[in-house]
């Protein structure tokens, strides 16, 4: 099966059933998404899948024809930090960093929905990724901080 995974197309041929997760890492060497519970429970695994967050370890790979795939190693520009990775850079929201891709990718695809969110629905979207090291309100941090450079790039206005 065609997997088009960060705007490239890889062929793979594996279980249908088999989750997307372990294609990502062991076939694909996409080894930001990590394993953390198998159950989709804790966000680790987080990817997008035509733009929205979706727990990887419970996906059947065998569902993501057609569909666009995206990865923490997927979001940067060349050289250039998407907003949310340099937001949690600048507001040193990650402390063991096991959480950090699945984190980056559930917030940019509550910033995709919800361009200002408040900080209440923050933390009501990013309920259920879980952070062992307890960064949460650095994270929240983060996002804000990435939902106002996103805000301020859509206007055309410069931001530190």
């Given at each position: 099966?065609?997997?088009?995974?960060?705007?490239r197309?890889?062929?793979?041929?594996?279980?249908?059933?088999?989750?997307?997760?372990?294609?990502?890492?062991?076939?694909?060497?996409?080894?930001?998404?990590?394993y953390?519970?198998?159950?989709?429970?804790?966000?680790?695994?987080?990817?997008?899948?035509?733009?929205?967050?979706?727990?990887?370890?419970?996906?059947?790979?065998?569902?993501?024809?057609?569909k666009?795939?995206?990865?923490?190693?997927?979001?940067?520009?060349?050289?250039?930090?998407?907003?949310?990775?340099?937001?949690?850079?600048d507001?040193?929201?990650?402390?063991?960093?096991?959480?950090?891709?699945?984190?980056?990718?559930?917030s940019?695809?509550?910033?995709?929905?919800?361009?200002?969110?408040?900080?209440?629905?923050?933390?009501?979207?990013?309920?259920?990724?879980?952070?062992?090291?307890?960064?949460?309100?650095?994270?929240?941090?983060?996002?804000?901080?990435?939902?106002?450079?996103?805000?301020?790039?859509?206007?055309?206005?410069?931001?530190?």
């Amino acid at each position: 099966m065609d997997l088009l995974v960060n705007g490239r197309t890889s062929h793979v041929q594996t279980d249908p059933e088999r989750p997307l997760l372990w294609v990502l890492r062991n076939e694909l060497g996409l080894t930001g998404a990590k394993y953390g519970c198998g159950e989709g429970q804790c966000g680790a695994c987080t990817v997008l899948i035509d733009g929205v967050a979706h727990r990887s370890c419970i996906t059947p790979v065998g569902s993501m024809a057609g569909k666009e795939i995206t990865t923490v190693e997927g979001l940067a520009d060349g050289a250039h930090l998407h907003p949310v990775q340099q937001a949690f850079i600048d507001s040193d929201a990650m402390q063991c960093g096991y959480c950090t891709p699945g984190m980056i990718l559930q917030s940019v695809s509550l910033l995709r929905k919800k361009p200002s969110p408040s900080e209440a629905e923050i933390r009501q979207y990013m309920d259920g990724n879980i952070c062992r090291c307890g960064t949460y309100n650095r994270i929240v941090a983060a996002i804000q901080k990435a939902a106002h450079a996103i805000t301020a790039d859509a206007k055309g206005e410069r931001h530190a």
